[in-house]
Nanobody
Framework: QVQLLESGGGLVQAGGSLRLSCAAS????????MGWFRQAPGKEREFVTA????????YYADFVKGRFTISRDNAKNTVYLQMNSLKPEDTAIYYC????????????????WGQGTQVTVSS
């Protein structure tokens, strides 16, 4: 079994920054993609960004390009999400996920999920 633990969420003013972390633990595995999704109240969970095992391919949703940066440290089984220039519409619960598929954009492409961390951006 795999456990994912997100941290780093909180309350920030518009224009501010936060850095989320997600640490994976449990069974030993490799060659997996890690992604971040978010879910706002009353909305479906949506793709934010993902990174492949080697980091050679990174994917971003259009609404975060230029503001968010994903990175990973495989030695620590950890993925990071640096969020800059935050907007009130970025308010959501942010989830990290691990997937072994070649696809990364949908919820179904991932096998394990964290519990989520709340990000609130005030105007």
């Amino acid at each position: 079994q795999v456990q994912l633990l997100e941290s780093g969420g909180g309350l920030v003013q518009a224009g501010g920054s936060l850095r989320l972390s997600c640490a994976a633990s449990g069974r030993t595995f490799s060659n997996y993609a890690m992604g971040w999704f978010r879910q706002a109240p009353g909305k479906e969970r949506e793709f934010v960004t993902a990174i492949t095992w080697t980091g050679d391919r990174i994917y971003y949703a259009d609404f975060v390009k230029g503001r968010f940066t994903i990175s990973r440290d495989n030695a620590k089984n950890t993925v990071y999400l640096q969020m800059n220039s935050l907007k009130p519409e970025d308010t959501a619960i942010y989830y990290c996920a691990v997937g072994f598929q070649s696809r990364v954009y949908t919820v179904r492409d991932y096998d394990y999920w964290g519990q989520g961390t709340q990000v609130t951006v005030s105007s």
